[in-house]
């Protein structure tokens, strides 16, 4: 298993940006395909974005595509969401989360582990 710290959340306006990051620790990062979730208050988690291993193969959500772009930066065992504007409705704690058994998944339940989440609230 990796362990995965997320950061980069915060409160924001709508319109504005945000760049969450995802450091996953371990030798073997580029083995593992990793994803974004988000739950917000009252609702289930939902997919986001994910990167597969390399090479690097993305999947979005429609509620995010063409505003959200995940990257990886396999020197620095980091992953990315680079998140543009933001809506109110994107108000949620994000997740990160790595898969070893997978190309690149769209379902929280292809992902062995998870960071503690990083909260990202948008104001209208």
């Known amino acids: 298993q990796v362990r995965l710290v997320e950061s980069g959340g915060g409160v924001v306006q709508a319109g504005d940006s945000l760049r969450l990051s995802c450091a996953v620790s371990g030798r073997t990062f580029d083995s593992y395909a990793v994803g974004w979730f988000r739950q917000a208050p009252g609702k289930e988690r939902e997919f986001v974005a994910a990167?597969?291993?390399?090479?690097?193969?993305?999947r979005y959500a429609d509620s995010v595509k063409g505003r959200f772009t995940i990257s990886r930066d396999n020197a620095k065992n980091t992953v990315y969401l680079q998140m543009n504007s933001l809506k109110p409705e994107d108000t949620a704690v994000y997740y990160c989360a790595a898969a070893l058994r997978i190309t690149v998944g769209v379902s929280a339940d292809s992902y062995d582990s998870w960071g503690q989440g990083t909260q990202v609230t948008v104001s209208s």
């Open positions: 990167v597969s291993r390399n090479p690097a193969i993305t």
